[in-house]
């Protein structure tokens, strides 16, 4: 790690109290054990025929079997329930606390170990939704509830019992409730993604970590891209090699981690909180004089 180039993002963000945005994807979850379900882990028999993810979390399969698509949601319910955050999602939290009035946490994980670790609601921006919630399928009122208690999560070969499916109905319409998620043949939209809003958040932001993911899907991207192009500091956390690093590692105001989340994130938060703890005018010259000629230089 290039300790003092990632000290000089964090200072230089945090002296001049800029917005840090964190944008999270499934490798922040895979550390808790929960596998993305896009791949192999996430196939699913109906019948005599074996489905792949990208046709079981569509609208088109919900519409024609909704009994395998919500089969297929408990038992990825189960799974998530069955994890625990692990210390990046606490990670996260304290970032948060640290920061109450300029942070937001952008997630593409559905599987709501963020809310459970103590994020706030109110500055964590689930734009492909959370599978512990449902919706009216027939959107009569647009209320987003939570998953019903009669409702709970399946094992593989654990059927849906006649009380649960009854319980998987609007009480407002009596149409059928949906897992509360982006399917791929859906857009994403501010009514129940925040999808506008979470656009916003990247305008505003200084400095974006982005932890496990490789920005595959649209919104994340253009948060990314959004971030990338007003010059703010941006932060890549991912194990593996990827796309998006390799464009990080280039950018002027980038830094690349080949780091577990869990490990990069404790990191930089106990760095934030040095910074923030430092007694006034502790700053080294060199960020002093790199803060007064910032706007002279577009550094
Ligand atoms: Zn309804």
């Known amino acids: 790690m290039d300790h003092l180039r990632l000290n ?3 200072e230089e963000t945090v002296l001049q109290g800029g917005r840090i945005s964190v ?9 808790s054990g929960i596998p993305t379900f896009r791949g192999p882990e996430g196939y699913w028999t109906v019948g005599s025929r074996v489905y792949q ?8 399969m919900f519409q024609s079997n909704p009994i395998a698509v919500w089969q297929w949601y408990l038992y990825r319910l189960e799974v998530c329930r069955q994890a625990l955050p692990n210390k990046a999602h606490h990670a996260l939290v304290t970032m948060e606390q640290l920061f109450p009035d300029s942070f937001a946490l952008v997630t593409q994980n559905v599987d709501n170990l963020h809310l459970r670790a103590g994020q706030s ?3 964590t921006y689930e734009v492909h939704g959370n599978i512990g919630f449902v919706r009216c399928s027939n959107e009569c009122g647009h209320r987003i509830l939570p ?16 009380a649960e499916w009854q319980a998987l109905h609007c009480p407002a319409c009596g149409h059928l409730l949906r897992p509360h998620v982006l399917w791929f043949d859906e857009a994403y939209n501010e009514r129940y993604y925040r999808a506008e809003s979470a656009m916003q958040i990247a305008r505003e932001t200084s400095m974006l970590i982005v932890a496990g993911t490789s920005g595959a899907t649209n919104l994340p991207n253009l948060v990314v891209s959004e971030v990338y192009h007003h010059s703010g500091a941006i932060i890549d956390i991912n194990i593996a090699s990827n796309p998006l690093g390799r464009v990080i590692e280039q950018y002027p105001r980038g830094i690349s981690l080949r780091q577990p989340s869990g490990t990069a994130l404790p990191e930089i938060v106990n760095r934030l909180k040095a910074i923030v703890m430092a007694p006034h005018g502790w700053q080294p010259f060199h960020l002093r004089w790199t803060l007064r000629h910032r706007n002279q230089f577009k550094l």
Do not use: F, W
């Not at 993810?53 to 088109?60: D, K, L, N, S, V």
């Not at 998953?147 to 006649?162: A, F, L």
């Open 8 to 10: 000089q993002l964090l």
């Open 23 to 31: 944008l999270a994807g499934a490798g922040l979850s895979a550390e």
């Open 53 to 60: 993810p990208h046709e079981m979390a569509t609208r088109r």
């Open 121 to 123: 609601a109110a500055n």
């Open 147 to 162: 998953m019903p208690d009669q409702v709970s999560g399946k094992t593989k070969n654990e059927k849906i019992i006649v």
